[in-house]
């Protein structure tokens, strides 16, 4: 029991220790209502991709897609840390569009970074700006996505928020970190 005890322990700590290594965006907490945060993030530089399918593999196929262009699919076969959070949301509700995006280290100018090798891959500057944010754990499943979607919408409703862009989910974690210690968010921007 102790040696099995001592083990998660091990692996929790690595788990940790994982996730601060990953750089992460700045950003400024400007309030905080309960479990809702309004924040304003800079500009950034993503490297992204649209994917046609429904969300569950849209995130698989476009995570491969631009995780193939930071290990080395790129016209300088350079290799580009891994950030965290992986970022996507729906484009289109007719056909079924997600966008996946992955937020480049902030070393990194739009123009010092390599071109992709897939067609589907493109880097261009986003200005998040203002958001309001819900943090979750767990697996970032469909449902759950539009359960804390709806949780943000209702409180942002009350506080007289102002949506103008789309809800986006934040993934933090690698696909093999259990349940408990997973960090999702569900972030939209405001005016």
Sequence with gaps: MKKAQSQMWIYFFFIVSVAVAIEKPQYDILERHGSVEIRQYPRVIVAGTKVQQPYRTALYSGFRSIANYIF??????????????????QVEKNVETHEILFIMPKKYKIDNLPKPDRGDVYLEERALGKVASI?????????????????????????????????MVAQYNSPWALPPFRRNEILIQIR
């Design 72 to 89: 080395g699919g790129n016209d300088g076969d350079m290799k580009i840390a891994m950030t965290a959070p992986v970022i996507s949301h």
């Design 135 to 167: 943090r979750f754990g767990g697996w970032a499943t469909e449902k759950r996505v539009f359960r804390y979607q709806a949780k943000l919408l209702r409180k942002m409703s009350k506080l007289g928020l102002e949506q103008i862009g789309p809800p």
